[in-house]
């Protein structure tokens, strides 16, 4: 069974409406579950790749990346669930483990099911909340996976259009 079902969420998925490439944190993380979820993605055996500005490395360790001087190249660590599902992970700082993905490639009720099955990963791995953000609008989530659940659930009314 779906954990949301796309007729009562399409409109959070609409990027005219929430922005092309909405916000996921976990947050209240330290580096250890950064590690966790760097750990995960080779588990999964999900497609990767991690980079600095342009320059492609092999999977740092979650410190050695969190320690970088201020002023080196922003590191992003790029991972498909799915065929034509990217995540983007940005390594800003050591206590929230965030990234984007884009609402273009998340629609219909097949792909919403790859984004909660990766919601949920995340957060079963971390045992913590996953939260999803429109673009631009922090801190108020509009669907997340929920640790008690066990499972992805609405945060917010969904809108009216």
């Known amino acids: 069974m779906a954990d949301l079902l796309w007729d009562d969420v399409r409109c959070f ?21 950064w590690q966790a979820v760097l750990d995960l ?7 990767c790749q991690y980079s600095e500005g342009e320059t492609v490395l092999p999977m740092p360790w979650a410190a050695t990346v969190l320690s970088r001087p201020t002023d080196a190249e ?4 790029r991972v498909w669930p799915a065929d034509d599902v990217l995540a983007i ?15 273009r490639q998340l629609q219909g ?6 984004l909660c099955g990766f919601l949920r990963e ?17 801190d108020h989530p509009v669907l997340g996976f929920d640790v008690a659940a066990d499972r992805v ?3 917010a009314d969904p809108l009216v259009t």
Request: proline share 8%; with cysteine.
């Open 13 to 33: 998925f609409d990027p005219n409406l929430m922005g092309s490439l909405p916000d996921v944190r976990v947050p209240d993380c330290s580096v250890e579950d």
């Open 41 to 47: 993605v080779e588990a999964r055996g999900w497609k």
């Open 74 to 77: 922003c590191p992003n660590l």
């Open 89 to 103: 992970f940005r390594f800003l700082d050591d206590e929230t483990v965030d990234f984007d993905v884009d609402l």
């Open 109 to 114: 009720q097949e792909r919403l099911d790859v």
């Open 122 to 138: 995340i957060g079963r791995c971390l045992g913590k909340p996953v939260l999803m953000d429109p673009e631009g609008d922090y």
């Open 153 to 155: 659930v609405l945060l």
